[in-house]
Nanobody, 120 residues
Framework: QVQLVESGGGLVQPGGSLRLSCVAS????????LGWGRQVPGKQREMVAR???????DFSDSVKGRFSISVDVAKNTVYLQMNSLKPEDTAVYYC??????????????WGQGTQVTVSS
């Protein structure tokens, strides 16, 4: 019922920028939050950015001031703009939506993940 399709990952040099996109589809009754998480091997997934239905945003300390999150409601798309990228930002980035679907279970839904590599 809910599908998240991500794009925009790739290789970027330190100090560079990248924008990730996530298109949501399906019958969604209510969106509680949209966000982005990332994960590196051997570590827990870390939420880096989140936006609520009310428009408030939260960022992890590690990305605060460098990343921004935005939503294009007409395109059913959430973006993660990543600036001043550092090698430690290298991770698989996942799109997240906490939703109440029209049909199906409520809760967190995740995209397939897209690799972001920051290296010179």
């Amino acid at each position: 019922q809910v599908q998240l399709v991500e794009s925009g990952g790739g290789l970027v040099q330190p100090g560079g920028s990248l924008r990730l996109s996530c298109v949501a589809s399906g019958s969604i009754f209510k969106i509680n939050t949209l966000g982005w998480g990332r994960q590196v091997p051997g570590k827990q997934r870390e939420m880096v950015a989140r936006i609520t239905s009310g428009g408030s945003t939260d960022f992890s300390d590690s990305v605060k001031g460098r990343f921004s999150i935005s939503v294009d409601v007409a395109k059913n798309t959430v973006y993660l703009q990543m600036n001043s990228l550092k090698p430690e930002d290298t991770a698989v980035y996942y799109c997240n939506a906490n939703v109440q679907p029209t049909v199906g279970p409520s809760g967190d839904y995740w995209g397939q993940g897209t690799q972001v590599t920051v290296s010179s």
